[in-house]
């Protein structure tokens, strides 16, 4: 998986291309150095980006104005997540640039970075106003793949590096020469105070041979410049979710890793103590059960030290108490340096609507319908040879209450000596309960038990039943039966009980509350299910 580029000191340009609609492509960088689409078509991102923009290689482009803020120098990174639809090994007048900073209809340019004849490179213009051009030697890209691709360029000494690799897979140095014999650039990049363009260029030398107009045809999602030199540990950490080496590491500083939610979208804030590494943390992203929040250098709380982060996070408040996982990727300010820490909140339910938990409460619930807890569960017009499935049930513990943190819950069935009182059902296990979605049946039998799972106060489990009654079996019409659900005392251990590091709960098998529901059900013959079809009845 490969995570979405950051900001930080070095990024004087960051387009995610996630609008939904409209010709804007805005700057992520804090620079303002936001685009104009001609043309071009809002896609969704195969990189799991959200959106992306796909250009028709003939006249889509997207035209950022000049800024001081993209002059580049001495060093340039360029970054680029892409999907090529056409590649041509064969022909070197196959162009086609990713992004460029040209002035147009002129034979010189600042910088260009794309693709020829299926190869990756990066080209620009020196202070001598002579150019140079580095290009990957072998092609080893293919249409409709997804591939990030990254320039390295220093001017002095001079050194370029190009990466390439396939999203989810690993990315890589791939070998480059410098194209013919062009490569007379000397000095720092020039500039020209001309508009940046993503998606072609106007005039690009490649062998020293003007082309000019050359239009991408693919699919852009992620493009980042930088007026640094990126290490390929830092392109790793985009690319592969790999911490760098001697990255800084984050503490969480609370004292237990919990919060409660007394409003809907109260916020989690908790503080980050930097460990270790002399460099300081520009920018920070904090992803919580997939919503994003970001946060740039001006955007971080500093207290105490500079070393310390006072971060403010939303979550929506829950029905029932949940662990909450927090995601936090960290960007440096020298960009070379990114990493990413996770953390667990249990975020408890709004105490507005606590119940008294002088006794504990097993509930059952349809799924979603609060007004009325299940004190029998009815089953309608059920016929022999067909399986009735109930809905989505929810089985409570405590809810609305503050009950003994992890119980674990169990469910058996009981029946009396009759047929009507479920001894058949029971004998034979035709009574089935599956737990959760993608549980399996289980046969409730005499002796069964099933496990429910461990419960923390105020948290349930779905269940669902299943009555298979065979073709002349003995009951019909009505039959009842005992659901009992029995909570057992368990211990949890570990380290920060309440909150990241907890291990596991030990069963101390001693039964603290048990809670028996009804289940009941009117059962056909077949033979009596045709009968009244045949009468006109409507059964459902």
């Not at 513990?397 to 058996?412: A, E």
Request: with cysteine; charged share 20%; proline share 2%.
């Amino acid at each position: 998986m490969a995570i979405e580029f950051l900001r930080n000191q070095t990024v004087k340009a960051l387009w995610h291309f996630n609008e939904t609609s409209g010709s804007t492509v805005a700057d992520s960088s804090g620079n303002g150095n936001n685009g104009t689409a001609t043309g071009t078509t809002i896609v969704d991102s195969v990189s799991g980006f959200g959106k992306a923009r796909e250009f028709n290689g003939t006249s889509d482009k997207i035209i950022v104005p000049h800024d001081a803020s993209l002059n580049f120098s001495t060093e340039l990174t360029i970054e680029a997540i892409i999907t090529p639809y056409e590649i041509d090994p064969y022909h070197n007048s196959h162009n086609m640039v990713i992004v460029s900073k040209n002035p147009s209809g002129s034979g010189v340019h600042d910088f260009a970075f794309g693709l020829n004849a299926g190869r990756l490179y990066i080209a620009y213009e020196g202070t001598n106003t002579s150019r140079s051009l580095y290009r990957q030697d072998n092609v080893t890209m293919e249409v409709n793949h997804t591939y990030r691709v990254v320039a390295t360029l220093k001017t002095s000494p001079e050194e370029v590096h190009l990466y390439i690799g396939e999203v989810g897979s690993t990315i890589s140095e791939v070998s480059g020469s410098w194209g013919g014999w062009c490569h007379n650039a000397t000095g720092n990049i020039n500039n020209h105070n001309e508009d940046l363009v993503i998606g072609s260029g106007g005039t690009v030398d490649i062998d020293c041979n003007a082309q000019s107009d050359k239009y991408f045809h693919g699919v852009i999602d992620e493009l980042r410049l930088s007026n640094n030199v990126k290490t390929l540990d830092a392109i790793k950490f985009y690319h592969e979710e790999t911490n760098v080496t001697n990255h800084p590491k984050l503490t969480n500083r609370n004292p237990r890793n919990t919060q409660t939610c007394v409003n809907r979208d109260n916020p989690i804030q908790f503080s980050l103590k930097k460990q270790s590494y002399d460099v300081d943390i520009t920018s920070l992203r904090v992803i919580v059960e997939g919503t994003d929040y970001q946060y740039g250098d001006s955007e971080i709380s500093y207290y105490g030290d500079s070393d310390e982060y006072n971060i403010s996070v939303t979550v929506p408040q829950f029905d029932y108490l949940q662990t909450v996982n927090v995601t936090v990727l960290a960007d440096t300010t020298d960009g070379n340096h990114p990493f990413q820490e996770s953390y667990s909140y249990i975020v408890e339910f709004d105490p507005t609507y606590e119940r008294d938990s002088t006794y504990a409460r097993i509930e059952l619930y349809e799924s979603g319908d609060y007004d009325n807890n299940i004190l029998t569960y009815q089953e309608n017009w059920v016929r022999q040879g067909v399986d009735r499935e109930s809905g989505k049930l929810e089985v409570w513990w405590g809810r609305y209450q503050k009950l003994p943190f992890c119980t674990r819950m169990t469910l058996r069935v009981r029946s009396g000596n009759s047929n009507d009182l479920g001894k058949e059902v029971v004998d034979n296990g035709y009574l089935y309960v599956k737990v959760g979605d993608s549980g399996d049946w289980v046969q409730l039998l005499s002796d069964t038990e099933v496990d429910l799972g461990y419960f923390w106060s105020h948290t349930y489990q779905d269940i669902y039943f299943k009555l298979s009654i065979p073709d002349g079996a003995s009951t019909v019409r009505y039959f009842t039966v005992e659901l009992v659900f029995e909570a057992q005392e368990a211990s949890l251990y570990g380290a920060h009980l309440y909150g990241q590091e907890v291990y596991a709960c030990n069963d101390a098998n001693i039964k603290i509350f048990t809670e028996t529901i009804l289940y009941r059900a009117y059962v056909f013959y077949s033979s009596m299910w045709n009968a009244l079809l045949n009468a006109g009845f409507s059964i459902s």
